[in-house]
């Protein structure tokens, strides 16, 4: 009796049980991880939210604020209705002037009326991938940094 060509049933076991451990091995590692494009989406959003807040402040001649939860990883600019939520599996953090901190996790950055402001950082990052959005003390301007 001649065997056939082909493969048998235990060698494309094992083939398919070797991929899905290099599928697992390779992928496994950004389960739970912000992909770029959501991580570079926040930050932008962040940044659009500080502008309106110095816009805000300078058009009404009154302190603006952009409040940052990061617990519930919210922000709410003055100016803007509702508040803006970000992913959660975004990391946030907030460098802030102390007067500005109202709890451990709950921070603004001010605007005033001159379009200056108190100054400060929100980083957002998910694993070694991270954007910094920082806001210039005396000119109020908003920049994204990797």
Partial sequence: MRRSPGFTLLEVIVVLALGA??????????????SAADLKAAARSLASGLRTAQTTAMSTRHDALLTLDMDSREYLATGEGQSHKLPDNIDVKLFTAQTEVTSEK???????????????????????????????????RVSIDE
Avoid: C, H, N, Q
């Fill in 106 to 140: 709950r921070g603004s950055i001010r605007f005033y009326p001159d379009g200056s402001s108190t100054g400060g950082r929100i980083t957002v990052a998910s694993g070694e991938r991270k954007y910094l959005v920082d806001v210039d003390w005396l000119t109020g």
């Fill in 21 to 34: 451990i290099i599928y697992a091995v390779i992928l496994g590692g950004s389960i739970g991880k912000a």
